[in-house]
DNA sequence: GGATTTTACCAAAGCGCTTTGAATAGATTT
DNA sequence: AAATCTATTCAAAGCGCTTTGGTAAAATCC
């Protein structure tokens, strides 16, 4: 059944019907709720793709993966969606999804912007020179970014939860218990979020006179194996770290394991503290000893991320959101005093 | 630039050019090449939702996600969408997502076959009685499952990894080391896959005259929890299980905790064998000792799937495809002799 | 060399919706 | 009672593409 044909059915024109169904005024209070009643009682749904042509509006939101950093963001990408779907759902918009392929990140946002094939895109992952904002800019495709690019703070719309600030008081908590020596585990560093937690972790050694250990510091995929490893590798060293900062719960995992390995006591020969995003399928409180950890919820952004962005194609000409958001300091077992 | 604004540039009428992009034979090859350059001078995309309503093709895959089940697929959507994202985009398919808001599943199918919104869908995480294939029949929107329905076979297009000969075999290793009391830590049991596991289990005791107990068999989410929680349960027994089989990777890690807390050791006191789907950060070679799996790559799935339902799109006549998959048995440092 | 086929192109219709501009009837104003 | 509004409705154009049903010109046939 479509349009035209319940039109008929109804006799009226397709015009009425159509604002009928999206609610315009110029229908009367008696037409509209017959139409709405057959529309039902027939099942009608517009057939999007006419609807799109015609309002040149795709109702769609692009997630497009950049094909490198698909392995990284991997985990952590279901949930973040998963908070974005239903605020679409809710307002009817869909997800459009793009990874792989022999067609480059850029280009896809070219053609999704020409095409109209999505009204907007969310950017994930941004590194610390993101090309991608340029290019967004330059196509007018509007988009909101999940994090920041750099230390870059305006000239483009973003949501982000403050990674700084996270383990600058996550390492501030260890230097107030006396750890001097404190090793960094942390993710891929070129990418902003692990950029922005060196840099609270390296402020808070610094109020505290305490310099930067190269050797005590890693940056990588946030798996549990680099985790396992780099951990025992740090705490095999003579000189090892009393306490350890950790970008992810998979890491900790890893880490965890190694400690175990090496017969140290969590929170009392080792503190360590991590990053949770609030996966649903790792529970840091769950853990033994229970994880301290800096919290924030990947979800939560997600969805925050999608109602900034469809504020922003509602309205074009609204500000451009800069919102940060600050990320919970949640004291449990896997820290404690130094041992001398 | 638009098909009539190119053709007008070129002389030529908008049918000549939109068959020159297209290949169509009637078109000179002069007169084809001079449309392609331009037409990449310009940059010029056709408008997908132009091209979806003149054509009633949506190029376009849906996947929707069961509301109620999405936390434990979680993990894995992400890897099993990657495998199948990059066979989509080789072929110039879009990826629609649906998740979350109130409108329900079956619902959004309804929807989706009406609007013509995509060609076809991809069902995940089938339950033993799933309701969604018999909607997809009665509404004829191609689609494949990813998984089987429970001990149905036919009647439906499918592919599936030999989840019960995995199982069946696993249990088969750990019995010929002469375990003979082997715990169970399993997904949850209506999701097909993880019931076919406990066939497998089942039989493979059977097998060797040995009974179900259900005392040592724990079937719920996948979590690292779960894992540590109910292995530590069973190791707690008085008459404790010499053997774990584990459906997931998580799961183990929580596993080999409740090992470790209680002091036991892996591949001596306790055999443990998990199901790894090969995500990407979590490998089961890098654990200490390295597990034991049953090995299966969910990202390769989601690329066959893909590639089954795209078949199926392009010759809706061709034969439904049920495709069995097998399970790599991989031994490795986890697992040895049971020890009186 | 006229009849037939093939080649290369085009005009126009149509996909199913939205939206503009106009029309009708009834209500209100002067 | 004529003039003006207002409330409803509709016809038709248009979104940008594909596809059907042609038509000339060139190539092939007998």
Redesign the pocket.
Known sequence: M???GLAKHL??????V??A??GYP???EA?RRRVDEEARRFGYR??PH??R????RAHTIGYVFPSDRTLMIDPLFSDFVAGAADVYAMQGFDILLHAGGQEDELSVYRRYAQGGAVDGVVVQGPHIDDTRIELLNEIKLPYVVHGRVGDRETGYPWMDVDNRGAFQRATKLLTDLGHGRIGLINGLENLTFAFHRRQGYAQALKEKGLNLDPSIMFGGAMTEENGYRHSKRLLQMANRPTALLISSMLMVLGVMRAVNELGLIIGADVSLIAHDDGLPFLNAEGLVPALTTTTSSIRAAGGRVAELLLTIIADPASDQPHELWPVDLIVRGSTGPVRH
């Not at 006799?11 to 009425?16: A, E, G």
């Not at 042509?53 to 040149?56: D, R, S």
């Open positions: 479509d349009l035209r006799n009226l024109s397709p015009t009425t159509s604002r169904l999206n110029e229908v009367s037409t517009p057939n006419a609807r042509l015609a309002t040149g």
